[in-house]
């Protein structure tokens, strides 16, 4: 067990065992995190917060069966999937990736400094670059059925293994190393206009 799982584990038993500010440190260490998985499964930004919230919620009541057969965050990301689709399903809409949904569920405070930085040292051809590249990547997935864009985002964006996204999706491994290949040559498919790669290489 990795020191977060059994950090979590300690809160869940707490939680389980009536402390309620057990349970909103879990909030607070995980909510970033949902929101930005949610944010990049639906198209409207507004319902990002609502959709996290429902999750927590939803944690909340179901956590007297958890078991711990699985690391905390595993079982919520899937709470977090099980919501959103519900909530998308029920206003008949399809969860597409929104640049809006991106800005609000941007990454964490550090890398967004780093990269301000290294934006100001940059041309501003290189800048333009980096701009045509980062939409095309979300055009890419936006253009993604909901299963790739789920399984890559778990992949690349909250860097779930595959074992811990097949158990998200509810598939077998093997569904989850296809779906992240063909989401990966999809993207890499527009990507190289720009970046000429030769044929073969994926990002």
């Known amino acids: 067990m990795t020191p977060q799982a059994d950090a979590d584990a300690i809160l869940v038993e707490r939680v389980k065992q009536g402390d309620v500010r057990a349970f909103e440190m879990l909030v607070v260490k995980y909510q970033r995190r949902i929101e930005r998985l949610i944010g990049r499964m639906v198209r409207d930004s507004d319902l ?37 689709k519900k909530a998308l399903a029920d206003l008949k809409r399809d969860p597409v990736i929104t640049e809006a949904a991106l800005a609000i569920s941007g990454d964490d405070d550090e890398t967004s400094s780093s990269q301000t930085e290294q934006t100001d040292m940059a041309t501003p051809d290189a800048v333009l670059a980096s701009k045509e590249i980062a939409s095309t990547v979300n055009a890419a997935i936006d253009a993604l059925s909901e299963d790739l864009r789920q399984a890559i985002t778990l992949r690349e964006i909250e860097g779930l293994s595959y074992e811990e996204i097949a158990e998200v999706m509810n598939c077998p491994i093997g569904t989850v190393r296809s779906r992240i290949f063909r989401a990966r040559e999809a993207i890499a498919q527009r990507l190289r206009p720009l970046l000429d790669t030769r044929d073969g290489e994926r990002w």
């Open 48 to 84: 990002v917060f609502d959709i996290a919230q429902e999750t927590f919620i939803r944690a909340y009541r179901a956590l007297p069966q958890f078991r711990g057969e699985s690391a905390f965050y595993t079982w919520l990301y899937r709470i977090a999937v099980n919501t959103a």
